[in-house]
C-alpha cells in the first residue's frame, strides 16, 4: 500500500478502501500494470529496448516459471528502473491465487501491446488508432476490473461499457499530460484534432461510463469505480474552463462526496 499511496493519487484511496480479498488482486494488478508503465515511458530507456523488455516480461508473466523468468529478465535494469518495476514478482505473488490467472492475462496483454506501440513510435493518426491505443493501455484494464467483480462476488457488468469506462479515465490523462507527451516527442491527438474534438471523445466515453457504474449493484465494484470516475468527469470540467487540474483539495472533496 505504500508503494501504491507513492504511485497513485487518483486509484490509492478505492483501492485502500476494498474488502480484503479484493483489495490485494487489484493492488496486485494495479501495480504490476504501473511497473508496466514505467517502462513504456522511461526517459532513458532507447525504444528497442523497451520493446524488447516489454516482449520478454509478457513472456515471463505468461510462463509456468513466472517469478524466477521476470526477476531473470528485470536484473540488468536495476540501477536503471524504478523501485515498483524491479518489484514486479511481488506485486504478482500479492494477487489471491483464485484471480492470478485474471489478472496474469491482462498483464501479459498490456506488456506486449505496449511493446508494439513503442515499436511503432506511438503512431496515432485515426479515431479508430487512439482507440486501440486507448484499450491496450486502459480498456483492458477496464476488462480486467469487470473480471475480478465477477470472480469476487458475482457482480456482472458490461464488458463494452468496462471498455469505455478505462477509455474514458485515459483520455482525460491523454488531455491532461499533452504538454508532457509532446515534450519527448509524443502526440496522442489523431491528425487534424484539436482539444475541443477530444473532449468530445473524452465525454463520449465517460457518458458510457457512467452508465457502467450506474449498472453495477450495491457493493465494492460500485463504490471503487465511483471514486475515479467522479475525479476524471471534475478535472475535463477544470481542462474546459481553462484549468490544467484537479488541486488536492478539490480531489479530497470529491472523494467526500462519492463515499459520504
Known amino acids: 500500500m505504500t508503494m501504491l499511496e507513492q504511485t497513485s493519487r487518483t486509484f490509492y484511496i478505492p483501492i485502500s478502501r476494498l474488502v480484503s480479498g479484493l483489495k490485494e488482486a487489484v493492488t496486485s494488478a494495479y501495480l504490476c500494470m504501473r511497473a508496466i508503465d514505467e517502462i513504456e515511458d522511461h526517459p532513458e530507456l532507447a525504444d528497442e529496448a523497451k520493446t524488447e523488455l516489454l516482449q520478454r516480461l509478457g513472456e515471463a508473466v505468461r510462463s509456468s516459471d513466472t517469478i524466477r523468468q521476470i526477476r531473470e529478465v528485470l536484473s540488468p535494469y536495476e540501477t536503471l528502473l524504478p523501485p515498483v518495476t524491479m518489484r514486479l514478482h511481488e506485486w504478482v505473488l500479492l494477487c489471491p491465487e483464485s484471480a492470478a490467472g485474471t489478472v496474469r492475462r491482462y ?64 483520455a482525460v490523462n491523454i488531455i491532461r499530460n499533452r504538454a508532457e507527451d509532446l515534450e519527448r516527442g509524443v502526440d496522442f491527438f489523431p491528425d487534424g484534432w484539436g482539444l475541443e474534438a477530444m473532449l468530445e471523445y473524452t465525454n463520449r466515453n465517460l457518458r458510457l461510463a457512467d452508465a457502467y457504474v450506474a449498472e453495477l449493484g450495491q457493493g465494492p465494484a460500485l ?3 465511483s471514486i475515479p470516475l467522479a475525479l476524471a468527469h471534475a478535472t475535463i470540467r477544470v481542462i474546459a474552463s481553462g484549468g490544467s487540474k484537479l488541486t488536492r483539495t478539490g480531489v479530497l472533496d470529491i472523494v467526500s462526496r462519492v463515499t459520504g
Not at 485515426?126 to 480498456?139: F, I, K, M, P, Q
Request: aromatic share 12%; hydrophobic share 45%.
Open 107 to 170: 498483464i501479459a496483454m498490456m506488456a506486449e501491446q505496449m511493446a508494439e506501440w513503442v515499436g511503432t513510435g506511438w503512431s496515432i493518426r485515426t479515431e479508430a488508432d487512439l482507440d486501440r491505443y486507448t484499450y491496450s493501455v486502459a480498456g483492458m484494464v477496464g476488462e480486467m476490473l469487470s473480471e475480478l467483480w465477477l470472480w469476487h462476488d458475482d457482480t456482472k457488468s458490461d464488458m463494452a461499457k468496462a471498455v469505455a469506462f478505462g477509455r474514458g479515465l485515459q
Open 223 to 225: 463504490e471503487f469505480c
